[in-house]
């Protein structure tokens, strides 16, 4: 057994303990960073073509941040860069470049990922920069770059249309940054609009094109696209085909060919879905900061001269002495001082009932005191309570990318320039070729380029994303990164540490049976008496219950600790032993009727210590980690969800079994060692991904092997929060299944989501060939294609 399992502390979740191969040669190691390396097929191509290479010993993956770690015995590393650059990967030796520096930049424009390719195109190539990392969620980007590179970033940015603002020069630490938000101006809208509607009236009343139409439309394309002219304009000068270069090189094409009233129009409804996107945007690029709100601004502190003042709760210092009263909020981390009460953790943990709290106990900032007053010392200041870190958690995991976005940002990446393509091959080969009309064919080749961005195609991901991550937070899970949240509905195999997970952690006793002729009440007291003398988790659970029954406690004379087997010491002058089996076997007290009782108790998953007297035994203590109501109902919706499990436990095998049935868990190991629990959710993860749930350091190599580690009780733990996959803010198991269920919902909704944006595209090429779309209609498509995408990802915030 482990240390921690065989004292039951509640050691929170350990830093991911990554497993490392060692080599019999002395090898090096190169890191290099590989900016187009994404997916696990490009890995595959990587390692196939680096393994068989003379002198390269080994090579470690991490996709998530584009580094690959080469061990090797070269002297130079020239063929395995040209092995890299012979594939296409762009690699640069990560462990060689200057530390620089990184800034944290807000991009209050910057809001889908045409601009980010915009900006990275701009960026990427600038001398001096090394690392771009995108938050388009939350509008920010970190620039890793050498020093007096700055300024010319902050140009080049400028020059593109985007105003940037420095957040964080030191670390690039998640801030939680939102840009301000400026009130849309719709009188240009406005105006824009009745001078589109008149255009398409007077053209109407005339029969064709007047001078009064060409006029209006003028008023209404510069009045409402003015600012997409630009963009577009800075897009072709940069040679990137986004949404904005295509609408404005339609929107001009349609001003040539004599259509004037159809190019305002669809200039104005262009503008008019851009505004309504990005409301719709900032509602899911919100959602976690809703819990900015929960926590007050002001609180009341204790002042050297003990009197009361409402302070800035940014101001409050660790150790300060803090006072809630009946139904304030809780602004800051602390521990109870004096008073009573329950408090409504739910915005926290997802708990569904108070909390009661009394001295000793933690308080988290955001939570609601629902009765007594109490006071509490802070242990946290503002910018670290449990709820900024599970804020800053979350923008964090909403700048990584899931699979699916990886995905859909790779077919964007080629579908907008064959698009394009396409498009200038209907203008030109119907005329050239088949003598067909020119402005008909050009038409539809406009029509092709306004349908041709593929924005509601890579907008659906990231919308979905941050709703799912979003809504796991408001019930107390912390998802850290989109990629775990994808991969949870793939789970087939969920590993269970036993204390602390499916247990309490905490002995409690279970059964007093007398023996012989003792009296129950005269052993009991004697037990308790003995046991009050030792620190043994055992001994503690043994004291606990006889206080709680008001048993008298008596004095102890002689006391001796025998380690290993228990206790011994003299109460009333009479010598009494309180020990285990082994004990037993030395005093020469064992019996059949005796073993057999021990023994079915121990089946039962229970420790067994034993009085022993002048007159032989009598009475035994059985002492068991009970398991929590939860770890049942939360075993029966995994196995409703068509997950197994199995419980990896230091325990022995006895009490391993015992507990895994009154769980009802599939299968059960004992005496296992860390590594031991490491090996078998390696063996677990050779039929589908697999899942490890655990609280302790033990649990840490386990924890790192499985696809998804989730971690136990992370509420108020630095660690916790900072280093698993995803964290249960208390110690409820039935969250796991909410996050199985929040997964599978959210693979649905981007699965619907890719086929509605792509559906809607393939319709309108067809409808295009066929000579039935028109502008305007394929200006309502895309953008209506947009705001459906961004609608059903907002769903997700509502489970």
Same mark, same amino acid.
């Given at each position: 057994?482990?240390?921690?399992?065989?004292?039951?502390?509640?050691?929170?979740?350990?830093?991911?303990?990554?497993?490392?191969?060692?080599?019999?040669?002395?090898?090096?190691?190169?890191?290099y960073?590989?900016?187009?390396?994404?997916c696990?097929?490009?890995?595959?191509?990587?390692?196939?073509k680096?393994a068989?290479? =003379?002198?390269?010993?080994g090579l470690?993956?991490n996709?998530?941040?584009?580094?690959l770690?080469?061990?090797?015995?070269?002297?130079?590393?020239?063929?395995?860069e040209?092995?890299?650059?012979?594939i296409?990967?762009?690699?640069v030796?990560a462990?060689?470049?200057?530390?620089?520096?990184?800034?944290?930049?807000?991009?209050?424009k *910057?809001?889908?990922?045409?601009?980010? !390719?915009?900006?990275?195109?701009?960026?990427a190539? *600038?001398?001096?920069?090394?690392?771009?990392?995108?938050n388009?969620?939350?509008?920010?980007?970190?620039?890793?770059?050498?020093?007096?590179?700055? =300024?010319?970033?902050? @140009?080049?940015?400028?020059?593109?249309?985007?105003?940037?603002q420095?957040?964080?020069a030191?670390?690039?630490?998640?801030?939680?940054?939102?840009?301000?938000?400026?009130?849309t101006?719709?009188?240009?809208?406005?105006?824009?609009?009745?001078a589109?509607?008149?255009?398409?009236?007077?053209?109407?009343?005339h029969?064709?094109?007047?001078? @009064?139409?060409?006029?209006?439309?003028?008023v209404?394309i510069?009045?409402?696209?003015l600012s997409?002219?630009?963009?577009?304009?800075?897009?072709l000068?940069?040679?990137?085909?986004n949404?904005?270069?295509l609408?404005? #090189?339609?929107?001009t094409?349609?001003?040539?060919i004599?259509?004037?009233?159809?190019?305002?129009?669809?200039?104005?409804?262009?503008?008019?879905?851009?505004?309504?996107?990005?409301?719709? $945007?900032?509602?899911?690029?919100?959602?976690?900061?809703g819990l900015?709100d929960?926590?007050?601004?002001?609180a009341?502190?204790?002042?050297?001269?003990?009197?009361?003042?409402?302070?800035?709760?940014?101001q409050?210092?660790?150790?300060?002495?803090v006072?809630?009263k009946?139904?304030?909020?809780?602004?800051?981390?602390?521990?109870?001082?004096?008073?009573?009460?329950?408090?409504?953790?739910? =915005?926290?943990?997802?708990?569904? $009932?108070?909390v009661?709290?009394?001295?000793g106990?933690?308080?988290?900032?955001?939570t609601?005191n629902?009765?007594?007053a109490f006071?509490?010392?802070v242990?946290?200041?503002?910018?670290?309570?449990?709820?900024?870190?599970?804020?800053?958690?979350?923008?964090?995991?909403?700048?990584?990318r899931?699979?699916?976005? %990886?995905?859909?940002?790779?077919?964007?990446?080629?579908?907008? =320039?064959? +698009?394009?393509g +396409?498009a200038?091959?209907?203008?030109?080969?119907?005329?050239?070729?088949?003598?067909a009309?020119?402005?008909?064919?050009?038409?539809?080749?406009? +029509?092709?380029?306004?349908?041709?961005?593929?924005?509601?195609?890579?907008i659906?991901t990231?919308?979905s994303?941050v709703?799912g991550l979003?809504?796991?937070?408001?019930?107390g899970i912390?998802?850290?990164?989109?990629a775990?949240?994808?991969?949870?509905?793939?789970?087939?195999?969920?590993?269970?540490?036993?204390?602390?997970?499916?247990?309490?952690?905490?002995?409690?006793?279970?059964?007093?049976?007398?023996?012989?002729?003792?009296?129950?009440?005269?052993a009991?007291?004697?037990?308790?008496?003995?046991?009050?003398?030792?620190?043994?988790?055992?001994?503690?659970?043994?004291?606990?219950t006889?206080?709680?029954e008001?048993?008298?406690?008596?004095?102890?004379? &002689?006391?001796t !600790?025998?380690?290993?087997?228990?206790?011994?010491? %003299? /109460?009333?002058? /009479?010598?009494?032993?309180?020990g285990n089996?082994?004990?037993?076997?030395?005093l020469?007290?064992?019996?059949?009727?005796?073993?057999?009782? /021990?023994?079915t108790?121990?089946a039962?998953?229970?420790?067994?210590?034993?009085l022993?007297?002048?007159?032989?035994?009598?009475?035994?203590?059985?002492?068991?980690?009970?398991?929590?109501?939860?770890?049942?109902?939360?075993?029966?919706?995994?196995?409703?969800?068509?997950?197994?499990?199995?419980?990896?436990?230091?325990?022995?095998?006895h009490?391993?079994?015992?507990i895994?049935?009154?769980?009802?868990?599939?299968?059960?190991?004992?005496?296992?060692?860390?590594?031991?629990?490491?090996r078998?959710?390696?063996?677990?993860a050779?039929?589908g991904k697999?899942? *490890?749930v655990?609280?302790? #350091?033990?649990?840490?190599?386990a924890?790192?092997?499985?696809?998804?580690?989730?971690?136990?009780?992370?509420?108020?733990t &630095?660690t916790?929060?900072?280093?698993?996959?995803?964290?249960?803010?208390?110690?409820?198991?039935?969250k796991i299944?909410?996050?199985?269920?929040?997964?599978?919902?959210?693979?649905?909704?981007?699965m619907?989501?890719?086929?509605?944006?792509?559906? #809607?595209?393939?319709?309108?090429l /067809?409808l295009?060939?066929?000579?039935?779309?028109?502008?305007?209609?394929?200006?309502?498509?895309d953008?209506?294609a947009?705001l459906?995408?961004?609608?059903?990802?907002?769903?997700?915030?509502?489970?």
């Open positions: 057994m482990s240390e921690c399992e065989s004292t039951g502390c509640g050691c929170s979740a350990s830093p991911r303990i990554l497993p490392k191969t060692q080599d019999a040669h002395a090898a090096e190691s190169a890191i960073r590989i900016e187009n390396m994404d696990p097929t490009e890995e595959a191509l990587i390692r196939g680096l068989g290479l =003379p002198g390269v010993v470690d993956f996709l998530m941040q584009r580094t770690a080469v061990r090797h015995t070269l002297a130079s590393l020239t063929s395995v040209q092995g890299l650059a012979a296409g990967m762009h690699a030796r462990d060689t470049e200057p530390a620089g520096q990184t800034t944290r930049l807000g991009i209050a *910057m809001d889908c990922p045409t601009e980010e !390719a915009l900006i990275r195109n701009k960026l190539t *600038m001398a001096g920069v090394a690392d771009l990392d995108f388009l969620m939350q509008r920010t980007l970190n620039v890793r770059h050498a020093e007096h590179v700055l =300024p010319g970033v902050l @140009s080049a940015l400028q020059a593109l249309g985007f105003e940037a420095v957040l964080d030191a670390n690039a630490a998640p801030t939680a940054f939102a840009p301000t938000q400026t009130a101006n719709w009188w240009p809208l406005g105006i824009s609009l009745a589109a509607l008149a255009a398409e009236t007077v053209y109407w009343l029969g064709g094109n007047h001078w @009064s139409v060409m006029v209006l439309a003028l209404a510069f009045t409402g696209g997409t002219y630009k963009k577009g304009w800075i897009a000068k940069n040679r990137n085909l949404m904005n270069a609408m404005s #090189i339609a929107v094409g349609a001003m040539l004599g259509h004037w009233p159809e190019a305002a129009m669809v200039m104005v409804l262009f503008a008019l879905a851009e505004v309504i996107e990005a409301k719709s $945007l900032d509602r899911a690029r919100n959602a976690i900061r900015l929960l926590t007050p601004e002001q009341s502190v204790q002042q050297p001269d003990q009197s009361w003042r409402e302070v800035d709760a940014k409050v210092a660790i150790g300060s002495r006072r809630v009946p139904g304030e909020r809780i602004a800051l981390d602390g521990q109870v001082l004096e008073g009573r009460s329950t408090v409504n953790q739910a =915005p926290i943990t997802g708990e569904s $009932l108070p009661e709290k009394a001295p106990d933690p308080v988290f900032a955001g609601i629902e009765s007594g006071e509490y010392r242990t946290a200041v503002a910018s670290n309570s449990t709820l900024a870190r599970i804020i800053h958690a979350v923008e964090a995991a909403q700048g990584s899931a699979p699916t976005q %990886r995905f859909v940002d790779q077919f964007a990446r080629w579908y907008t =320039p064959i +698009v394009f +396409v200038i091959t209907i203008a030109l080969v119907p005329p050239l070729v088949m003598g009309a020119w402005l008909d064919w050009i038409y539809s080749a406009l +029509v092709l380029l306004v349908v041709a961005c593929p924005c509601a195609l890579v659906s990231p919308v994303i709703s979003a809504a796991a937070a408001r019930h912390l998802i850290k990164g989109g775990y949240l994808e991969e949870g509905r793939k789970l087939r195999w969920l590993a269970l540490d036993k204390t602390g997970t499916i247990t309490h952690g905490k002995p409690a006793q279970t059964d007093f049976i007398p023996w012989g002729s003792a009296l129950p009440a005269e009991h007291s004697i037990a308790a008496s003995l046991a009050a003398r030792s620190d043994h988790p055992v001994s503690k659970a043994i004291v606990q006889a206080g709680a008001g048993i008298a406690l008596r004095e102890v004379a &002689d006391f !600790a025998l380690p290993g087997r228990g206790v011994r010491g %003299r /109460v009333d002058g /009479v010598a009494y032993h309180l089996h082994r004990l037993l076997d030395e020469g007290h064992c019996a059949p009727e005796l073993e057999q009782r /021990v023994m108790l121990e039962e998953g229970k420790t067994v210590v034993m022993v007297g002048a007159e032989g035994v009598q009475a035994l203590v059985a002492v068991a980690d009970t398991i929590k109501d939860t770890s049942r109902n939360a075993v029966a919706e995994l196995h409703a969800l068509g997950i197994q499990t199995m419980m990896l436990t230091g325990d022995n095998p009490t391993a079994s015992a895994a049935k009154q769980a009802g868990i599939d299968r059960a190991q004992g005496n296992l060692l860390p590594d031991d629990k490491q078998e959710v390696e063996q677990l050779q039929n697999v899942g *490890m655990g609280d302790g #350091i033990n649990d840490a190599p924890l790192a092997r499985a696809d998804i580690g989730f971690a136990m009780g992370a509420a108020g &630095d916790a929060i900072e280093t698993a996959d995803v964290a249960l803010m208390d110690d409820d198991l039935r299944p909410t996050f199985v269920r929040l997964s599978r919902a959210t693979g649905q909704v981007l619907q989501n890719i086929v509605l944006a792509l559906g #809607i595209k393939v319709v309108f /067809v295009t060939f066929a000579g039935h779309a028109t502008m305007w209609m394929a200006v309502f498509a953008m209506g947009s459906l995408v961004v609608g059903n990802g907002l769903r997700l915030l509502r489970r």
